[in-house]
């Protein structure tokens, strides 16, 4: 049974830098594209930042460039989330996705995910 785990998230002041990690276990993750998803209060789940299976290819929302950085970990079922210069915008739930896909591109609807996790919070004060 494949299990997404995301670790990281807590409170920090607008300005401030938080790593998310998310962890995955239940079977082999070489070939996975991963995504990184947000869901602030009353508003729907929107993709943030992707990257493909290789790593050598990522994409960003609009609001995050230059702000975060999506990587994968030495580890092929490690994939975190580095984001630098939050803002109180930022706040929501943040979800990591796994899909097992061999083209060398970037997902970035949530229907072509195949696992998630659980989320975490992400609260930036202002």
């Known amino acids: 049974q494949v299990q997404l785990v995301e670790y990281g998230g807590g409170l920090v002041q607008a300005g401030g830098s938080l790593r998310l990690s998310c962890v995955a276990s239940?079977?082999?993750?070489?070939?996975?594209?991963w995504g990184w998803f947000r869901q602030a209060p009353g508003k729907e789940r929107e993709f943030v930042a992707g990257?493909?299976?290789?790593?050598?290819?990522?994409q960003y929302t609009d609001s995050v460039k230059g702000r975060f950085t999506i990587s994968r970990g030495s580890a092929e079922n490690t994939v975190y989330l580095q984001m630098n210069s939050l803002k109180p915008d930022d706040t929501a739930v943040y979800y990591c996705?796994?899909?097992?896909?061999?083209?060398?591109?970037?997902?970035?609807?949530?229907?072509?995910?195949?696992?998630w996790g659980q989320g975490t919070q992400v609260t930036v004060s202002s």
């Open positions: 239940g079977r082999t993750f070489s070939s996975y594209a």
């Open positions: 996705a796994a899909k097992d896909y061999r083209p060398r591109g970037v997902l970035t609807m949530e229907n072509e995910y195949e696992f």
């Open positions: 990257i493909s299976w290789t790593g050598g290819s990522t």
